[in-house]
T-cell receptor, first 113, second 119 residues
Framework: KAGVTQTPRYLIKTRGQQVTLSCSPISGHRSVSWYQQTPGQGLQFLFEYFSETQRNKGNFPGRFSGRQFSNSRSEMNVSTLELGDSALYLC????????????FGQGTRLTVV | AQTVTQSQPEMSVQEAETVTLSCTYDTSENNYYLFWYKQPPSRQMILVIRQEAYKQQNATENRFSVNFQKAAKSFSLKISDSQLGDTAMYFCAFMKQRAGGTSYGKLTFGQGTILTVHP
């Protein structure tokens, strides 16, 4: 069974640009969550999608948005990039029913210059 | 809101020895899950062990076991017979449980403990 796939793995963008990251969950998983990881702030929850609906949202500005498609694949978008958006962005998928483990992808390393 | 605290920024242990990583959390919820995740230098986040709050029995997975003290809101991880491959950042994480046993899907993480296993 394939794991969680995130693309691209690495990205370099210029301040002010926008970026879209993609996440394909494990087959059968309908919940997808996004996290930002930085050395200073650690791992912070961005948002969670389930059946194409945002169920939870973290404390991030409106420049951060996401969506989920009918096949459970998810994208997150960051507009008007700032230097502080440089981070590892992790996506996790889970079943939500029964065993509650979240399985993570390898992440997208975003560098804003 | 939930908070998770890992008070040990760094730990080290000799190969084959035992080490315990500490984690405390704060919540008003009664039903929840607790996890330990491992993040090696590859940055891939790997689930090590999970614990349901309603279960009194401590979870074990091979060389990994937890000491779950619900009243004290403590959730420590014990690694026995440490191996070089255990070198990684370890995160303690909390997830609320919805009614019906489903999860919220949102993890709250501690700041992490860097564990180094020396040969």
């Amino acid at each position: 069974k394939a794991g969680v796939t995130q693309t691209p793995r690495y990205l370099i963008k210029t301040r002010g640009q926008q970026v879209t990251l993609s996440c394909s969950p494990i087959s059968g998983h309908r919940s997808v969550s996004w996290y930002q990881q930085t050395p200073g702030q650690g791992l912070q929850f961005l948002f969670e999608y389930f059946s194409e609906t945002q169920r939870n949202k973290g404390n991030f500005p409106g420049r951060f948005s996401g969506r989920q498609f009918s096949n459970s694949r998810s994208e997150m978008n960051v507009s008007t990039l700032e230097l502080g958006d440089s981070a590892l962005y992790l996506c996790a998928s889970s079943l939500t029913q029964g065993r509650a483990e979240a399985f993570f992808g390898q992440g997208t390393r975003l560098t804003v210059v | 809101a939930q908070t998770v605290t890992q008070s040990q920024p760094e730990m080290s242990v000799q190969e084959a020895e035992t080490v315990t990583l500490s984690c405390t959390y704060d919540t008003s919820e009664n039903n929840y899950y607790l996890f330990w995740y491992k993040q090696p230098p590859s940055r891939q986040m790997i689930l090590v062990i999970r614990q349901e709050a309603y279960k009194q029995q401590n979870a074990t997975e091979n060389r990994f076991s937890v000491n779950f003290q619900k009243a004290a809101k403590s959730f420590s991880l014990k690694i026995s017979d440490s191996q070089l491959g255990d070198t990684a950042m370890y995160f303690c994480a909390f997830m609320k449980q919805r009614a019906g046993g489903t999860s919220y899907g949102k993890l709250t993480f501690g700041q992490g403990t860097i564990l180094t296993v020396h040969p």
